[in-house]
């Protein structure tokens, strides 16, 4: 789910007292009214919509035209910070396009409703009751206290490192580049890796620079922060000067651990399955640093220094597990998230140990954290699979049975690419007929808005059972 799931404002006064409403302030009026999911969803859709109108207009590109599906794909794949292209940025798209792709990924990363909470706090507009639960569910209880306080803190941070990252990568481009060209692409590139899009002005998106530590640790350091998430950098700081927290949140704890332990589990599969294949003939340190830069990519920022066309397929198949697995809550990444794969895991050694009570880092999880981890994971799974099957149906009969196989792979790679908001691809995408494309835009917007909120949306129109029936067993396993 995007930054501030769904905040939805409301004015102190009621509708019916506003007197003389125009159409247009009626229907935004009830627009704001929309249940949390819904809205968060619906504002998606509209930004995603209007994007194509800007990203046609002939100053956009440089052949001064672009088909509808690409230009609807391009403004999906930045809103919903994936980085996934059927042209190339750096290529097709003038300046003013690559601005308008820039500007969309930093709204799409902070979330448009980030944007609205500092538009509308601003003038005094409250948060209804519902929706500071709603925001209670996606960071901690503390938040919902001053909300102003914590978009100030997003956009705060969010410049802060943006800025730092562009400076830092200023003066590492290729000689060849001017000066308005450096900071152009340090200011583009900073962006893409903070709000974990993997767009890039580069034919060869980040290949060029395999051996560049400097370029390498920036990126990847954009990265982390942006995908580490908000609550977690925030709680990091009270700890640590010390503004009230006597330890980590357990969300906290949770992330990082899990976040730390795919880093390097990442880094060290990477390097013993490609460095004899895709990074052949690289110094030991090249092949490490590529595979760092790679590990920590993978999990949502689609950026890539080595060709992933060329990857084996048991490199592809980890690679998908880690941008299912994606990255942390409340952050500009996507996935299922790490606390979810880290409750599960707990679950799963809790049982193996025999024991009932999910007990983690000196704390107890609650059990409806865990039947909502469940149900993300198992709605994801099957989501996927769903998509990778329409995609196959497409496609079949187009391509011999017996070559189908290689196209299974660059499908479902593809698929969870777009579900985890990633980005990166085997180069089957530009391709891609209208409906395959069409299919990959459904995948990256459930990724970005998440498989709960839209299994909340159909769920919560539906009265749930106030009875139980007799318990039975179940042989299981």
């Known amino acids: ?86 042209v190339d940025t750096g290529t097709y798209f003038s300046l003013f396009g690559q601005v308008l792709i820039m500007l969309m990924v930093e709204v799409g990363g902070l979330g448009i409703m980030t944007f609205a909470a500092l538009l509308f706090l601003s003038i005094g507009w409250s948060v209804s009751i ?22 100030v803190f997003i956009f705060a941070f969010t410049f802060v490192s943006e800025l730092a990252g562009a400076l830092l990568l200023m003066p590492c481009w290729e000689s060849d580049l001017t000066f308005s060209g450096r900071v152009f692409y340090s200011v583009f590139h900073s962006i893409t890796a903070f709000c974990n899009a993997g767009f890039s002005l580069f034919p060869d998106n980040m290949s060029r620079y395999h051996a560049d530590v400097r370029i390498n640790l920036i990126i990847t350091t954009l990265i982390i922060l942006g995908g580490i998430g908000f609550p977690v950098v925030r709680d990091v700081i009270h700890y640590f000067s010390g503004r009230g927290n006597t330890r980590l949140t357990l969300n906290t704890r949770i992330s990082l651990v899990v976040s730390l332990a795919l880093i390097i589990l990442g880094t060290l599969l990477f390097w013993v399955l490609e460095r004899g294949y895709s990074m052949a003939g690289l110094p030991w340190t090249e092949q490490i640093l590529a595979s760092y830069f790679q590990s920590v ?45 880290g409750v599960l895991a707990v679950v799963v050694m809790n049982r193996i140990r025999g024991s009932e009570a999910n007990n983690v880092l000196s704390a107890t999880l609650p059990g409806e954290v865990v039947s909502r981890a469940i149900t993300v994971f198992m709605s994801a799974v099957v989501f996927i699979l769903v998509i990778v099957f329409l995609q196959m149906i497409n496609q079949h009969g187009a391509v011999p049975s017996e070559q189908s196989r290689g196209p299974f792979m660059e499908y479902l790679f593809e698929t969870v690419s777009a579900f985890g908001t990633v980005g ?30 839209l299994v909340y949306i159909v769920v919560s129109r539906r009265r749930a059972p106030s009875y139980r029936y007799a318990e039975e067993n179940v042989l299981i396993g």
Not at 130 to 151: A, G, M, N, P
Not at 305 to 314: E, I, K
């Open 1 to 86: 789910m995007g930054l501030l799931s769904p905040l939805i404002f409301r004015s102190g006064r009621k509708l019916s007292d506003q007197g003389g409403l125009n159409p247009l302030s009626s229907l935004f009026r009830r627009f704001l009214l929309f249940s949390p999911g819904l809205f968060f969803v619906v504002s998606y859709l509209i930004a995603i919509v209007l994007g194509p109108l800007l990203l046609r207009m002939p100053m956009s590109t440089r052949p001064g035209h672009i088909e509808w599906i690409d230009a609807l794909f391009t403004s999906t794949s930045a809103f919903c910070v994936t980085g996934l292209a059927v």
């Open 130 to 151: 519902r929706q500071r639960s709603f925001i209670q569910e996606t960071y901690t209880s503390e938040i919902t206290r001053d909300i102003k306080q914590l978009v």
């Open 297 to 341: 990519t993978t999990r949502t920022a689609g950026f890539n220094t080595v060709d992933f066309s060329v990857l084996g397929n048991a490199t592809l198949l980890f690679v998908m597990i880690f941008m299912f697995i994606g990255a942390s809550p409340g952050s500009t990444g996507g996935g299922i998230k790490t606390t979810s794969i």
């Open 424 to 453: 990166l691809s085997t180069g089957i995408t530009p391709g891609m007929d209208a409906y395959g494309k069409f299919l990959i835009i459904a995948t990256m917007l459930v990724g970005r808005v998440g498989i709960l909120t």
